[in-house]
Every structure is written in structure tokens, then in C-alpha cells.
């Protein structure tokens, strides 16, 4: 699977975001999707989880009531939409792909990885 993640950029607190992942190579709705963000510095975190229908969703805690993952198996792509953005979601976002049915939380888990898509939150 090929992963082209897109949407980042510059936005000010409290602003919003849409990423998207797009996906290539193989059948899109076998793959469980997730997010993850590296802030410089630091290590790669969970952000968010979806199921291969999108049924199932889950989020890491920092983002819970502010981000929204979801996907289009139509159209191979899954979604990190991101509402009040704070200074501390300032990263490079991953999107990242696991051959299961089950949405999966643990990054080793997962076998293929976009190129990151950088965003930065400025007050």
C-alpha cells in the first residue's frame, strides 16, 4: 500500500485543518487506517484510529472532542479533520496503514506509513 498524506500547513489557535490519506495498491477496505504525530524532539504519538468500514473509531486523549478521523472507501482515503487547533498539536502527521479488520492503536502495529504532512500552530 502507498500512502500520500496532504492538508497540512500554518494555522493560528484555534483554527482548523483537514488532512487526507490518500491510498494505492491494494484494496483500501482490507486496511485498518490510523494518525500519528511527531513533534520535533519527540516520539511518534497515536492520534487517531479507524476500522476498515470506519464503524469504529478511537482517539488518543489530548484530541478527544477536537479531531475527527474518518474514510471513504470509495475513494481510498482516510481523513484526520482537526477543529481548535492548540499550539501543542504543532507536528508532522502520519497516516499509517494495518492489513485488519479491527481499528489498531499500537504504531508497530502497522506495516505501511505515508511521508508526513507537516502542521504548525502558531498564537
Known amino acids: 500500500v502507498q500512502l500520500q498524506a496532504s492538508g497540512g500547513g500554518s494555522v493560528q489557535v484555534g483554527g482548523s485543518l483537514r488532512l487526507s490519506c490518500s491510498a494505492s495498491g491494494r484494496t483500501f477496505s482490507n486496511y485498518a487506517m490510523g494518525w500519528f504525530q511527531q513533534a520535533p524532539g519527540k516520539e511518534r504519538d497515536f492520534v487517531a484510529a479507524i476500522n476498515w468500514s470506519g464503524g469504529s473509531t478511537y482517539y488518543a486523549d489530548s484530541v478527544k472532542g477536537r479531531f475527527t478521523i474518518s474514510r471513504d472507501n470509495a475513494k481510498n482515503t482516510v481523513y484526520l479533520q482537526m477543529n481548535s487547533l492548540k499550539p501543542e498539536d504543532t507536528a508532522v502527521y502520519y497516516c499509517?496503514?494495518?492489513?485488519?479488520?479491527?481499528?489498531?492503536?499500537?504504531?508497530?502495529?502497522?506495516?505501511?506509513w505515508g511521508q508526513g504532512t507537516l502542521v504548525t500552530v502558531s498564537s
Open positions: 499509517a496503514a494495518v492489513r485488519s479488520k479491527i481499528l489498531i492503536v499500537n504504531g508497530d502495529m502497522y506495516e505501511y
